[in-house]
């Protein structure tokens, strides 16, 4: 929790080396913030393995850490609760190679829509189009 390498597992009761076995290793986490009001974290031991919650909460800051008490990387992404849906995805994190991808679109989110949502401010006066100059280009109505 401290962060602090352990001693020696030889140092180590045996009613504990012997059991370290049954301790699983998670090597796959997810961290989504599919809206402004909340993220997941889930973690997984390995590929073809349940998914398991882990936490959750308001605001993700979306930073991250793979490594080791001798060294790791860190990373992030800024305003990351802002940003949603975003989500950081950390493979193989029990292994000796991590892969990291950050999302700035969560595959886990609902499909981009880019459908005009208001009619509001839609038509422009008939005097616009057509115009030098003007990028405004009517897609309704009589063409000429």
Request: charge should be positive; avoid cysteine; hydrophobic fraction near 35%.
């Amino acid at each position: 929790m401290k962060g602090e390498k352990l001693p020696d597992p030889a140092t180590w009761d045996q009613r504990v080396t012997s059991r370290l076995h049954l301790i699983p290793t998670w090597g796959d986490y997810t961290l989504s913030q599919l809206s402004a009001d909340g993220f997941t974290l889930r973690k997984r031991t390995k590929p073809g393995h349940g998914w398991i919650a882990a936490g959750g909460g308001g605001r993700a800051s979306g930073f991250g850490y793979v490594g080791g008490v001798s060294g790791g990387l860190s990373f992030g992404l800024r305003d990351f609760w802002e940003k949603f849906p975003a989500q950081l995805d950390i493979r193989g994190a029990a292994g000796d190679a991590a892969e990291v991808t950050l999302w700035l679109w969560s595959p886990e989110a609902q499909p981009m829509d880019l459908r005009q949502s208001s009619s509001v401010g839609a038509e422009r006066p008939p005097q616009m189009s057509g115009e030098p100059g003007n990028a405004y280009i009517r897609t309704a109505g009589r063409r000429s």
